[in-house]
């Protein structure tokens, strides 16, 4: 089964808008971290923001929030107020531990366009 | 302070050749992550080090893969014979170790051609 979930593939969002990326985790290890990766075209993966399972608010950093539902196993991306230089390739993953390990898994990513 | 720093950039290289990847992570973190991404399979963890030890070698794909951690401050992953699917990005990146809430720092990646 999928640990990482990323279910738009593609999206388009208006220069200024809000847009919501989606992502759903699955593990079993009440300890956890969250983390949203941005990957623009140019190939290098930039640390945008994480949530901690323990976390009790949703992390915060500048115009990137993070949802986190911890009963619905989400963890959604929200951009506000989107500039052209947010298109991207942009990966949800979680850190765990599965089978006496840390593992690190990555989901498939999203392609932001920002339309101006 | 300097990133995470992967060498070379780019390689291309004939098929049947060996292929070295090397990375320095930032100073500090004692754990290292190598990634392969690929369009088709996309970001795959190949294989990971605590405090140089390698913990989790699950994710590398064959014996022609190896990666090894001989000090803090360097780590190499060979692929001995290369082969044209071994082609993709390759990243390196590091963290601080058993911190689950500690995100991972990536270098640049070495874009891998195997002609």
């Known amino acids: 089964a999928q640990k990482i979930t990323q279910t738009q593939p593609g999206m388009f969002v208006q220069e200024k808008e809000a847009v919501t990326l989606d992502c759903t985790y699955d593990t079993s290890d009440p300890s956890y971290g969250l983390f949203w990766y941005k990957q623009p075209s140019s190939g290098e993966m930039i640390f945008l923001i994480y949530?901690?399972?323990?976390?009790?608010q949703n992390a915060t950093e500048g115009r990137y929030s993070l949802n986190f539902q911890k009963a619905r196993k989400s963890a959604n991306l929200v951009i506000s107020a989107s500039q052209l230089g947010d298109s991207a390739m942009y990966f949800c993953?979680?850190?765990?531990?599965?089978?006496?390990?840390?593992?690190?898994?990555f989901g498939t990513g999203t392609k932001l366009q920002v339309i101006p | 302070d300097a990133g995470v720093i992967q060498s070379p950039r780019h390689e291309v290289t004939e098929m049947g050749q060996e292929v070295t990847l090397r990375c320095k992570p930032i100073?500090?973190?004692?754990?290292l992550f190598w990634y392969r991404q690929t369009m088709m399979r996309g970001l795959e963890l190949l294989i990971y080090f605590n405090n140089n030890v390698p913990i989790d070698d699950s994710g590398m794909p064959e014996d022609r893969f190896s990666a090894k951690m001989p000090n803090a401050s360097f780590s190499t992953l060979k692929i001995q014979p290369s082969e044209p699917r071994d082609s993709a990005v390759y990243f390196c990146?590091?963290?601080?170790?058993?911190?689950?809430?500690?995100?991972?720092?990536f270098g640049d990646g070495t874009r891998l051609s195997i002609l």
């Open positions: 949530q901690g399972s323990y976390d009790q």
């Open positions: 993953a979680m850190r765990d531990y599965s089978g006496g390990y840390q593992k690190v898994t």
């Open positions: 990146a590091s963290s601080d170790s058993g911190q689950l809430y500690q995100p991972q720092h």
């Open positions: 100073s500090g973190h004692n754990s």
